[in-house]
């Protein structure tokens, strides 16, 4: 009885140590997943170029009843323009109240590239392509397919999670392109048919404040978020567990910290690129 009693002291600061060093633990094997997915890349490049080009079709056009509607392409177009339309919608009568709706171009040229675009190409991209992933993943677990590759010698990251990887960087590329132009018409056509705005003053003001720059760092920012969201898909999907609960649940913690990570990533992505000085004059 004397041997067992130090265990039962201090359960609060016991049960914390152990929760930490648990946290610890997660957070380490996590990042070596992701240093072994990224490595990985080139392998999966080199090996496995018939998965890979699966993936791409797979991931752009869809599979089964998803390719009737064009997949993720006409899902995240539909995003973003919906997106483009709110801000004709809620901006352009608030620039109205001022008696600067002239400006309605400058705010989508603005808004669109640097903020909107990428956030919400990512938030559709976890949503199909990474939920996707995870829920394949997590299948192939589950029922011991990722065991059964590994015993016949094949490395289970570089074939099922690197290939993806390099498949979500390599769509997201002309899914943004799709995103963006989607999300200018959507503003476009909201202000000048539904508000009625001269197509003229539109088209000035959207061409003067419109930055080359500011197109490539967006492409840049939505490729970060798209090896982002497929690096946290991955993840949870190879190291999901508990059956077909466990990876909806694994899908459900991937949607949730990916959804964080974009918030993050766009935040400290614009504060690196536009922070110091903006790069931005309101003349012309």
Known sequence: MASSAPSTLHPGPRRLAANTTASWNRLGRQVQFYVDTITGCKTAVLRYPSEL???IAEMSLGVGALAMIGGAVVIIAFLTMS?????AIQLYPQLQEVGVDALAGFISALLNTRFLGPLVSG???AATIGAGATAQLGAMRISEEID???AMGIRAIPYLCSTRLVAGV???MPLYTIAV???YVATRVGTTTVYGQ???VYDHYFNTFLNPMDLVWSFLQAVVVGLVVMLVHTYYGFTASGGPAGVGEAVGRAVRTSLVALVVVTLFVSLAIYGPSGDFNYSG
């Open 83 to 87: 997106t483009g339309s709110m801000i």
């Open 148 to 150: 059964a590759l590994e």
């Open 198 to 200: 001269s197509s003229g």
């Open 123 to 125: 938030i559709g991209m």
């Open 181 to 183: 132009l989607m999300a």
């Open 53 to 55: 080009l699966k993936l």
């Open 170 to 172: 390599i769509v997201v």
